[in-house]
């Protein structure tokens, strides 16, 4: 969640097109890029970092390339419609394709390919592993 923001709410907008930004390796040698467009939550960008670091045991330097900028609200179950637009429920970042969410280096590529290989099966889209040298 970002410490603050002009205004509570937003509206959706529309998540077109590649990634103008952030679709290459800037820090570490390794990362992982998305290949779908949509939201992915502060909750699954934390579960993700959580998954990487428990699997490299405080080996290598972890990056995290993604921020949650996005307010998503919600009504509560079973509300009338009207009466305003609701509550904001979670933060999330939209990521479009190509779009680089964590990067890594200081460990081996196996290490590195099986860490980001935990860290894709908390998000909600598919991400391929990608390199420095581009293999």
Known sequence: MPKRTKYRKVQRGRNRGLAKGGDTLAFGEYGIQTLDRGLISAQQIEAAR????????RKGKVWIRVFPHQPVTKKPAETRQGKGKGGVEYW????????????LSGVAPSLAREAFRLADGKLPMRCRFITKDGQ
């Open 50 to 57: 959580v998954a990487i670091n428990r699997y490299l045991s």
């Open 92 to 103: 999330a970042a939209n990521v479009r394709p190509g779009f680089i969410l964590f990067e």
